[in-house]
């Protein structure tokens, strides 16, 4: 596909001296990570090993364990994106301002915390099991592999969803040593709820992307097609989470929150017009945040009461 138009010529901001002080360290390295997104995969681990629980022991360590294999892998993932797409955000507007083209995190030190969390990984995943072992390169290279999708496939927002997807999978082997058939419903409603809000964030930067020929849904389809794309794909998240709560054996409480997602999820798209995406910040990380949180709330309660 060729550009349409060429890349916008860009004023781009100096580089700046990186940050002194470990706190001031940490804060830009969450930055760069965007450690407030974790509110879209951890509960959705966390509500896997809870139903996980039922039928094997889930011990606190074991617990914590989970928590930070899930850390390590996004912090893995986030900072290997950064640092293969540095080109493309010190050419894109809204991306411009990173830590790396800015000169806020140098490369080689990005590189060693990608090295650094994928070894912790592995090593949390050893003491998880050796199932969780064998399959740890595989995780890894789900969440690494994404950020290269974008240069050839249009379905790059499914490979996002699905390595995600495999946060809650990993979480139930973790428990239980194996999978079952609520952790798989929940993997397709995981892979198609992100798949589904990532095509909104998308839409931010459709006419980049297609400038600069990287491959998305809104690029393919237009803003029209790739909303209603998004839409299908939620349809989808909801069936898939109420076969994981039939198949989970989950009361009313757990579909009680269901619906209370499939509000908000309804409120996500009715917010949204082809002629008027100014509230696309809100939709994709405010009401997406609120519904992980509902699903972890709902499932704990369900399981708890």
Same mark, same amino acid.
């Given at each position: 596909?060729? &550009? #349409?138009?060429a890349?916008? !010529?860009?004023?781009l901001p100096?580089?700046? #001296?990186?940050p002194?002080?470990?706190?001031a360290? +940490?804060r830009?390295?969450? =930055?760069?990570?965007k450690?407030s997104?974790?509110?879209?995969? *951890?509960?959705f681990a966390?509500?896997?090993?809870?139903m @996980?629980s039922r039928t094997?022991?889930?011990?606190?360590?074991?617990?914590?364990?989970?928590?930070?294999?899930m850390?390590a892998?996004?912090?893995a993932a986030?900072?290997?994106?950064r640092i %293969?797409?540095?080109?493309f955000?010190? =050419?894109? &507007?809204r991306?411009?301002?990173?830590?790396?083209?800015r000169g /806020?995190?140098?490369?080689?030190t990005a590189v060693?915390?990608v090295?650094?969390? $994928?070894?912790?990984?592995?090593? +949390?995943?050893a003491?998880?099991? &050796?199932?969780?072992?064998?399959?740890? &390169?595989?995780?890894?290279g789900?969440?690494l592999?994404? $950020?290269?999708t974008?240069?050839f #496939?249009?379905?790059?927002h499914l %490979?996002?969803?699905f390595a995600?997807a495999?946060?809650p @999978?990993?979480?139930?082997? @973790?428990v239980?040593?194996?999978?079952?058939?609520?952790?798989l419903?929940l993997?397709l409603?995981?892979?198609?709820?992100i798949?589904?809000?990532?095509i909104?964030?998308a839409?931010?930067? =459709?006419?980049f992307?297609? $400038?600069?020929?990287?491959?998305?849904?809104?690029?393919?389809f237009?803003?029209?097609?790739?909303?209603?794309i !998004?839409g299908?794909?939620?349809? +989808? #998240?909801?069936? @898939?989470?109420?076969?994981?709560? /039939?198949s989970g054996?989950?009361?009313?409480?757990?579909f009680a929150?269901?619906?209370?997602?499939a509000?908000?999820?309804?409120?996500?798209?009715?917010?949204?017009?082809?002629?008027?995406?100014?509230?696309l910040?809100?939709?994709?990380?405010? /009401?997406?945040?609120?519904v992980s949180?509902?699903?972890?709330?709902?499932t704990?309660?369900? /399981?708890? *009461?």
């Amino acid at each position: 596909m060729k &550009p #349409t138009s060429a890349p916008p !010529s860009l004023s781009l901001p100096d580089p700046v #001296t990186p940050p002194r002080g470990v706190l001031a360290q +940490v804060r830009t390295f969450g =930055r760069m990570i965007k450690f407030s997104h974790t509110v879209f995969a *951890l509960p959705f681990a966390l509500a896997a090993a809870a139903m @996980a629980s039922r039928t094997h022991a889930l011990t606190w360590p074991r617990l914590g364990a989970i928590v930070v294999a899930m850390a390590a892998a996004r912090t893995a993932a986030m900072g290997w994106n950064r640092i %293969v797409d540095r080109h493309f955000d010190a =050419r894109n &507007p809204r991306t411009a301002n990173r830590e790396i083209p800015r000169g /806020l995190v140098p490369l080689r030190t990005a590189v060693a915390l990608v090295l650094l969390s $994928s070894a912790i990984f592995i090593a +949390v995943s050893a003491y998880l099991g &050796p199932l969780c072992l064998a399959l740890s &390169p595989v995780a890894l290279g789900l969440v690494l592999g994404y $950020s290269y999708t974008k240069r050839f #496939t249009w379905l790059c927002h499914l %490979v996002l969803g699905f390595a995600i997807a495999a946060g809650p @999978a990993g979480a139930w082997i @973790a428990v239980t040593g194996g999978l079952a058939a609520p952790a798989l419903w929940l993997m397709l409603a995981v892979t198609t709820w992100i798949g589904g809000f990532d095509i909104l964030y998308a839409l931010a930067d =459709r006419g980049f992307d297609e $400038s600069a020929q990287l491959r998305s849904i809104p690029v393919r389809f237009g803003v029209k097609g790739a909303l209603w794309i !998004s839409g299908g794909l939620h349809g +989808v #998240t909801l069936v @898939a989470l109420v076969f994981t709560g /039939l198949s989970g054996g989950l009361q009313a409480i757990y579909f009680a929150g269901l619906a209370v997602i499939a509000g908000i999820l309804v409120w996500e798209h009715s917010i949204l017009r082809p002629s008027d995406l100014s509230r696309l910040d809100m939709a994709f990380f405010n /009401l997406n945040g609120y519904v992980s949180v509902a699903f972890l709330v709902a499932t704990l309660t369900d /399981l708890w *009461l």
